[in-house]
């Protein structure tokens, strides 16, 4: 188990390596960068010329003091490299007098608190209904759950926040629409962003419950005299639920990452908004540490999922033990 958690870590390093080679070369490949949309933004707010903007900017001096004048792209991964060895990855061209890793110290909680409540009701939630269309197949209790399932699917969420404000914040006006501070600001985002994990969690049960509810060892449990509560609750909901894991951790990544709209329509300043105005701007050094962020935490939860799936299941950790 330690050798296979220390593979993991050695490719999860390897596939970071390769995001920061494709951002770094995406990043200078997209038209414009920051200092050119700097001078637009000038020209447009004082209506002067761009020939009045034609001096460097302190955040274009700093980016080539850090990287080096004109050096090509490998070679600044290199020295990025090794200023993130370290944690170290430099102030944004969008707030100079702050230092990336300060900025997303603030804004990683409230990501991270936007994504763990709806991933929270999401297993409150779609436990429950996937277990109740599992017991009731081909009723209408069934059909029902399925039906909200395959809504919460195809709806995006931003399309329901925008209902949720247009509702709850403008017709009715119980809640704000933007902002961050209190309970108050939290109910219409998670509301935008539970249905899809609920739909795709309740699925998940529903599909697990039902074949282990055809399995051998069920009608076993019938053929001792056992009742249903007890076949359902005590052996075949338990298997069903392991299967779980492998969804869940990478839903949790996938709602951190899924923030970045949310944040947006309700005005959170978390990791997502950082993402989206940096891409906005062509905020290179926040660009490529929220890339690197975000994908390390997608694989971080990945791993943590496997090390938990073979914790539960013994034949996945004899399976482990024999690639030694």
């Known amino acids: 188990m330690f050798l296979f958690i220390l593979r993991r870590l050695g490719q999860i390093v390897l596939s970071l390596v390769v995001i920061l080679f494709i951002t770094f070369y995406l990043m200078h490949a997209a038209p414009g960068d920051f200092f050119n949309i700097e001078r637009l ?10 020939s009045q903007f034609e001096e460097k900017s302190p955040t274009l001096m700093l980016w080539e003091e850090r990287y080096g004048e004109n050096s090509p792209t ?36 409230r990501t991270f608190i ?32 399925m039906f909200i399932s395959m809504l919460g ?34 109910v219409l985002p998670v509301l935008a962003m539970v249905f899809q994990p609920v739909a795709s969690i309740a699925r998940y049960v529903r599909a697990s419950l039902a074949k282990e509810l055809n399995e051998d060892y069920v009608r076993t449990v019938y053929a001792k005299g056992g009742g249903r509560n007890q076949a359902i609750f005590r052996h075949a909901l338990r298997n069903s639920l392991i299967p779980l894991l492998t969804i869940s951790g990478p839903q949790f990544a996938f709602l951190m ?32 540490t929220s890339t690197l962020f975000f994908g390390f935490l997608i694989m971080v939860m990945n791993l943590l999922v496997d090390i938990g799936y073979a914790m539960i299941d013994p034949r996945i950790r004899l399976s482990y033990q024999r690639r030694r």
């Open 41 to 50: 933004a000038n020209q447009q707010i004082t209506g002067a010329r761009l």
């Open 114 to 145: 936007l994504a763990f409540i709806p991933m929270f009701l999401a297993l409150l939630i779609g436990i429950p209904m996937g277990i109740l269309a599992a017991v009731y197949r081909n009723t209408w209790i069934d059909r029902a759950t």
């Open 153 to 186: 699917i195809c709806i995006p969420s931003y399309v329901i926040a925008l209902l949720a404000i247009v509702l709850f914040a403008v017709t009715l006006q119980w809640f704000p629409t933007s902002g961050w501070g209190s309970w108050y600001h939290l």
């Open 74 to 109: 490998w070679k600044q991964i290199l020295i990025y490299v090794q200023h993130a060895a370290v944690l170290d990855f430099g102030p944004s061209f969008r707030y100079p007098d702050t230092t990336i890793q300060e900025m997303m110290a603030l804004a990683f909680p």
């Open 257 to 288: 990452v899924s923030t970045a709209f949310i944040e947006s329509v309700f005005n959170i300043p978390g990791m997502g908004k950082l993402f989206v105005a940096a891409a906005g701007s062509r905020d290179y050094p926040m660009i490529i």
